[in-house]
């Protein structure tokens, strides 16, 4: 038998290195491949606890990483996407999920016998060490072979895998020699005390952050056959707490209830393992039951893990209010700081960037606020060029400097999306979002144009003649109209809606080109001054320009989704697209019959 030596600890922390570098890329391939359904399933959330549950159980085992979700926890419960009470459900939930890595490692410890047969073959076949390599052949050839990044993705899955068990198997054959170290059965007498197992584990899993990597770690050791059920469970509890540092260190900078959902991982932890090690040390002391001294192997360590964390979820669930007031009275309510009280747009949080799929859908939902927000913004623009309000001047001068950060921020993040790894609808997403928000910015910018017109003419006790008036009256409509259409169809990614946004945008250029002719008449015929007149001019101008910025919302879409260049699309449109003509009949019928009815 080969002895123990300092090779042996090289091959060991070299394992290690594989099995967390195969685990964060596998992680990281599976974050891409769900996309923003992650967010999406998390954001369904009900008051229904089980639900709830199920949500982090299957998000986590989609993701293997359970401190992966409940940072991400922390960021929606941040930016305001989930209150605090519902992320407790998906805490436990998480927390069974995670164990799911344990029973995947299983596959190591299968036993086969010489006997040769079917069943043999097939038990073979599942080892590792016969299918790992395999796998990481088909997923190079998808990395370097496939066009689409979706199947370049499940290749990266696939060798994330292959490194994993890899590491495993370095892990397992390092410690192998240990099983004729009398030495090493004399240091693992030190761990029949629980507390110490439970403070190993805490130490170990605090440095390398992760409770699947630890358990790992523990059933590799194993493998040398000297470490019992006894000596084990205590740890298993130690890593499940470690774990949680990842959690806590994701709090530096949020608000109080973000801050609770870490603790509120950390507490369901702790007090877990404080509930149930005076059990066990009962159970293995009083009692003296067999199976405690018993050699635990992989599939043991991964029922451990498992039902530790059940037994967990079940303790906890009858006393989630009872754990959201725990957690107030750790992190308490006082003096709003700045950090609080600053005023940020929903779910733009730095901790989603970790997955950058759930980072783009957070990111869509903040511009769809910022849309929301110009469009309120300009309709009050157009409503105050006909009846002049100074609140309103006020909240629009208002909403623009809101506007104008929105889009810094919302630019600021994007560009860090954009320097992460993301799928090819997420890259199309960005594109989309990061042009359109330049258009919500101006059109903004627009809306104060206007209301400095309107202010002059309220303060120059000047108006416009009521033929003037209701001129413009009919070409706001126009405008409102879409506006209203080519914002729907951004917020819905509804490419029907966009397509009807150029034909109104063309009667609203051939609408503005006759009002100036009808008011060069006016002047012409002194039943307008040159002052009003220079002031229409403006208002027109800035309406036009509004006009042409829904024009390019919707050709963005449009062009992004269709794969058509923005100049072509317009120019075939126009000349070819028998239903654009047909929009076009229909909004001109209707503004120029109301315009020459005046």
């Known amino acids: 038998m080969e002895e123990f030596s300092i090779f042996n600890i090289f091959t060991l922390l070299g394992g290690l290195a594989f099995f967390l570098y195969g685990m964060n890329v596998l992680s990281t391939g599976l974050e891409k491949l769900t996309g923003g359904k992650l967010e999406v399933a998390l954001k369904k959330l009900t008051s229904n606890k089980f639900k709830s549950i199920m949500l982090g159980l299957g998000v986590t085992m989609a993701i293997q990483s359970s401190s992966a979700v409940t940072v991400m926890l922390v960021g929606f419960v941040n930016s305001g996407l989930m209150a605090l009470e519902q992320s407790i459900g998906v805490c436990l939930g998480s927390n069974i999920g995670t164990t799911f890595t344990a029973w995947i490692l299983c596959l190591g410890d299968i036993k086969t016998s010489d006997n040769g047969g079917t069943l043999n073959l097939i038990l073979n076949m599942l080892k590792p060490e016969s299918f790992s390599p395999i796998i990481a052949l088909i997923g190079i050839i998808m990395i370097m072979g496939c066009k689409k990044n979706k199947k370049k993705d499940i290749g990266r899955i696939l060798i994330g895998f292959a490194v994993l068990m890899n590491g495993m198997e370095l892990m397992s054959s390092a410690v192998d020699p240990l099983k004729e170290s009398e030495s090493f059965r004399q240091v693992l007498t030190a761990f029949e005390n629980p507390v110490l197992g439970v403070l190993v584990g805490i130490g170990f899993t605090c440095i390398i952050q992760s409770s699947s990597a630890s358990v790992g770690i523990l059933m590799a050791f194993s493998k040398a056959g000297a470490l019992s059920y006894g000596m084990a ?298 002052e009003l007149g220079y002031i229409f001019q403006d208002i027109l101008t800035n309406l036009e320009r509004i006009s042409d910025h829904c024009s390019n919302i919707a050709c963005i879409l449009i062009q992004t989704d269709e794969k058509t260049d923005f100049h072509t699309y317009l120019a075939d449109v126009k000349e070819n697209d028998e239903s654009f003509h047909d929009e076009y009949r229909k909004y001109a019928e209707n503004y120029f019959s109301r315009l020459n009815n005046i």
């Open 233 to 530: 469970l205590p740890i298993i509890m130690g890593c499940n707490i470690g774990t949680c540092i990842t959690a806590l260190i994701s709090t530096f900078g949020v608000n109080k209830d973000a801050k609770r959902v870490a603790w509120i991982h950390v507490l369901v932890k702790i007090i877990g393992t404080i509930v149930m090690l005076p059990v066990i040390m009962i159970l293995q002391s009083a009692l003296n039951l067999s199976i405690f001294n018993e050699t635990v192997g992989y599939l043991g360590i991964a029922i451990m893990h498992t039902i530790f964390n059940i037994i967990n979820t079940i303790i906890f669930l009858p006393f989630t209010k009872q754990l959201v007031t725990l957690s107030k009275l750790i992190v308490r309510d006082g003096k709003e700081t700045e950090t609080d009280s600053k005023r940020t747009l929903t779910g733009l949080d730095e901790r989603l960037l970790k997955t950058p799929s759930i980072a783009v859908q957070a990111c869509r939902t903040a511009t769809i606020e910022m849309a929301d927000l110009t469009k309120e913004t300009i309709h009050k623009a157009l409503d105050i060029i006909i009846e002049y309000n100074a609140d309103s001047a006020e909240t629009i001068t208002e909403n623009e400097d809101i506007i104008d950060k929105f889009e810094d921020t919302i630019n600021g993040y994007l560009l860090k999306i954009s320097k992460s790894s993301v799928t090819g609808n997420d890259s199309r997403i960005v594109s989309k979002m990061m042009h359109c928000i330049g258009n919500f910015e101006r059109i903004s910018d627009h809306a104060v144009n206007l209301v400095e017109s309107a202010q002059e003419i309220h303060d120059k006790k000047i108006k416009f003649s009521d033929e003037c008036i209701n001129e413009i009256k009919i070409i706001t409509e126009a405008i409102a109209e879409n506006i209203d259409r080519a914002f729907e169809a951004y917020n819905l990614n509804d490419l029907t809606i966009a397509h009807k946004v150029e034909p109104l945008e063309e009667v609203v250029d051939n609408l503005s080109i006759e009002l100036k002719n009808r008011h060069i008449r006016r002047l012409q015929n002194d039943e307008c001054t040159v």
